[in-house]
């Protein structure tokens, strides 16, 4: 999803430095993509519609041989309600894609082997539904769009349709602004986080890339936030 706060300068910077170590990209990054990628075709022959989002190393593109994948997973649970946080329990193939499928085609499919951590899910369904309903006492929408606007995903036809409903009510992305402004100011107060960009830089300076003065300001910027 194009950035909808352009303005906002905290979304500008992180989505700036995203885009500076996305164009060195890493081979293991590559990898990663192409398999999940080879997953999400597998499990759409099936019938069912799949979609991930990548956080972490693979966002910005400097995964390594030991990086694990941070996947958003999103599937239609057309029985849950939207009232209803999709589980394990009200949702079955949550679970089979969650601790079975998706763990064991990677593993056969990979030429590294590396942990997945499915570290959120929405259920297509009911964030159509909270998206025509106007919803906002659910949170739904807001990660949609938190995600969206970070991330980078694979099978993302299903999500585009939704991305054009929320578009065409923009008061609803004004009504989510500040909330999802301290929520990305929150993840630069972990010190993961913080650790993170040393890693990326590390990772480029080892293979002889240099980082540029005004890259390494903007780096600093950004963690700053957390201080304001």
């Not at 599937?75 to 763990?103: A, Q």
């Not at 991305?163 to 010190?191: C, D, G, V």
């Amino acid at each position: 999803m194009r950035n909808p706060f352009p303005d906002n300068d905290v979304f500008k910077k992180f989505l700036g430095l995203k885009d500076y170590f996305k164009k060195h990209q890493t081979r293991a990054t590559k990898n990663r993509i192409r398999e999940i990628a080879t997953v999400g075709r597998m499990v759409r022959s099936s019938g069912d519609t799949i979609a991930f989002d990548f956080l972490g190393s693979v966002n910005f593109g400097m995964a390594d041989s030991t990086s694990d994948v941070d996947l958003v997973l999103y599937l239609d649970c057309p029985s849950v309600s939207v009232e209803t946080e999709m589980n394990h329990e009200n949702c079955p193939k949550l679970k089979l894609y969650e601790t079975l499928i998706l763990h064991t085609l990677v593993y056969n499919i990979s030429k590294e082997k590396y942990k997945i951590q499915i570290v959120d899910h929405i259920n297509l369904s009911s964030l159509k539904k909270a998206i025509d309903d106007e919803n906002m006492e659910t949170d739904i929408i807001a990660r949609f769009v938190f995600y969206r606007t970070l991330c980078r995903g694979i099978n993302k036809r299903f999500l585009h349709p939704l991305e054009k409903k929320i578009i065409a009510k923009p008061h609803l992305f004004k009504s989510i602004e500040s909330m999802l402004t301290e929520a990305l100011i929150e993840f630069t107060r972990s010190s993961s986080h913080g650790s993170s960009f040393k890693k990326y830089i590390d990772r480029l300076q080892d293979k002889g890339i240099g980082i540029p003065e005004s890259v390494a300001k903007k780096v600093m910027e950004y963690l700053a936030l957390s201080k304001k």
